[in-house]
């Protein structure tokens, strides 16, 4: 993967981690869950963290525009989850043939 594809998967993450833990907070009364989704959003908009401004951004454009934040989301959402299955099967094929090897 390079920088540029680095740098998007770390904005949708990003992206991802705000929407389900607003979606969190909106939608579940257990204290617990709360609690994670409020350090979440903490976290992710923190001066610290890597894709801060995105993250704050896509928490604005929730407010403000709900169906373009859902669409975002869902590329966002979609791109996660085919990388994750595609690193899946790259470390069970890597795996595979350094097993092989011994």
């Not at 540029?4 to 909106?26: G, K, P, Y």
Request: charged share 30%.
């Amino acid at each position: 993967m390079n920088t540029r594809e680095e740098l998007w998967e770390d904005r949708f993450w990003a992206i991802r981690n705000v929407f389900l833990a607003t979606q969190t907070l909106c939608d579940n009364n257990n204290e617990r869950a709360r609690r994670v989704a409020e350090a979440t959003l903490a976290d992710v908009t923190s001066d610290y963290a890597p894709q801060a401004s995105c993250a704050r951004s896509f928490t604005e454009l929730m407010k403000s525009d709900p169906e373009r934040a859902w669409e975002i989301f869902n590329t966002a959402d979609e791109f996660v989850r085919t990388r994750s299955k595609s690193r899946q099967k790259a470390t069970s094929q890597i795996t595979g043939i350094a097993r092989r090897r011994k």
